[in-house]
């Protein structure tokens, strides 16, 4: 054999064995890219869709249970499958303000209506292998947590999600959602 043909043989075979290796190194390497991601922006069947809020306690420090909106709060919450979510909570019964602008309010009105609400919307993203979902806001009536993660440790019991808060403040809170269908 010529040193000519062995290296046109050699070189045409180094060619497919680079060839059929291109594809397989890409698909590796986009696998673990699309699963690194994915992890990132995971979502859920279970929590995608519009809940109701059951119940919203509170539980102190020193062991007092509480009800920051009350014993009967009504809020909403949803979770889409791009990974957008959004809350509100309101105690009902808050009086209407004297004006009808909102932002002629007096602080009469302003502070029971303040400290009734809480309202944000941002991303969200299920952790891994954890019970934990993490709410990362956009946007926030108490503006300390704009731009903050706001960490969720959920449950899904009876057709219910529970979701439960580490302290905030003196305080451990735990909202029951029902799914609305």
């Keep these: 054999m010529t040193t000519l043909f062995r290296t046109t043989i050699v070189s045409s075979f180094s060619k497919v064995l680079f060839m059929k290796r291109v594809p397989l190194v890409l698909t590796v390497i986009l696998t673990g890219f699309i699963s690194f991601h994915n992890k990132e922006k995971s979502t859920s069947p279970d929590f995608i869709g519009m809940w109701t809020l059951l119940k919203c306690v509170a539980y102190q420090a020193d062991g007092a249970l509480i009800y920051p909106y009350g014993e009967h709060p009504v809020g909403q ?11 509100e909570i309101m105690k009902p019964g808050i009086k209407k303000f004297v004006q009808s602008n909102l932002i002629e309010g007096v602080a009469d009105e302003v502070l029971p209506a303040y400290y009734g609400f809480i309202g944000y919307y941002g991303s969200y993203k299920i952790v ?6 993490i709410h990362h ?30 302290l905030i403040g003196s305080a451990r809170y735990e909202l029951t959602w ?4």
Excluded: H
């Design 77 to 87: 919450l949803l979770y889409d499958r791009k990974g957008n979510m959004m809350v």
């Design 128 to 133: 891994p292998d954890s019970n934990l979902v």
């Design 137 to 166: 806001i956009k946007a926030c009536s108490f503006p300390n947590w704009v731009n903050e993660n706001q960490r969720r440790y959920y449950e899904f019991r009876n057709d219910q999600l529970i979701l439960k808060t580490s």
């Design 178 to 181: 029902q799914k609305i269908e």
